[in-house]
Nanobody
Framework: QVQLVESGGGSVQAGDSLRLSCAAS????????VAWFRQGPGKEREFVGG???????YYADSVKGRFTITRDNAMNTVYLLMNSLKPDDTAVYYC???????????????WGQGTQVTVSS
């Protein structure tokens, strides 16, 4: 069993940066595929990006070049650094962990509770 806890959300201005954290407990994080999702007001949940056990990353086109995902295996934590934030980035951000797979759409077994990010213009 893996428990995930997100933190780092808040209210910022357009153009600002935020770093979200996803801390895992229960089992080591290093062998999992970890992804960030978000759900904006009135929108469906969408994939933001992910990082594999090999540290390779993948990003949605909407955030590519602005968001960076890294992991610290010693801290059992994955980070989402968000730069040049836009009002459209306003959402609840979730991290999720799943078994090894080359398919980012494969099921995720564990989810965090989410952290709110609000970007004002």
């Amino acid at each position: 069993q893996v428990q995930l806890v997100e933190s780092g959300g808040g209210s910022v201005q357009a153009g600002d940066s935020l770093r979200l954290s996803c801390a895992a407990s229960g089992r080591t994080f290093s062998s999992y595929r970890v992804a960030w999702f978000r759900q904006g007001p009135g929108k469906e949940r969408e994939f933001v990006g992910g990082i594999r056990w090999s540290d390779s990353t993948y990003y949605a086109d909407s955030v590519k070049g602005r968001f960076t995902i890294t992991r610290d295996n010693a801290m059992n934590t994955v980070y989402l650094l968000m730069n040049s934030l836009k009002p459209d980035d306003t959402a609840v951000y979730y991290c999720a962990a799943g078994a090894m797979s080359n398919n980012w759409g494969a099921p995720y077994d564990y989810w965090g509770q989410g952290t709110q990010v609000t970007v004002s213009s």
